[in-house]
């Protein structure tokens, strides 16, 4: 059972910065896709972006120009940076591997973005 593990998250000020990352215990070719997803107190949870073993990336529109994803196959790691920050931001952000029809998340960190 692969399990994913997320690192990165903490308080940070609006208009700051952060980089989260998601170790794999398997190796990333394994599965179709993997990215991130964020639920935020009250809300659900929401996709956030993905990329495909091809490369190909998606986004919402909401982080569309200040999140950038991005995988590192040798080390079987999916990084998330994120710019411009704002306090909509703050949420429980988690990762999470595809394969087919089975998903696989991580515990999820916490990210706070307030001044």
């Known amino acids: 059972q692969v399990q994913l593990v997320e690192s990165g998250g903490r308080s940070a000020q609006p208009g700051g910065l952060l980089s989260l990352s998601c170790a794999l215990s398997r190796n990333i070719f394994v599965f179709n896709d993997v990215g991130w997803y964020r639920q935020a107190p009250g809300k659900q949870r929401e996709l956030l972006a993905n990329i495909n073993v091809g490369g190909v990336t998606n986004y919402a529109e909401s982080v569309k120009g200040r999140f950038t994803i991005s995988r590192d196959n040798a080390k079987n790691t999916v990084a998330l940076q994120m710019n411009a920050l704002k306090p909509e931001d703050t949420a429980v952000y988690y990762c999470?591997?595809?394969?087919?029809?089975?998903?696989?998340w991580g515990p999820g960190t916490q990210v706070t973005v307030s001044s």
């Open positions: 999470y591997a595809r394969k087919l029809h089975s998903c696989v």
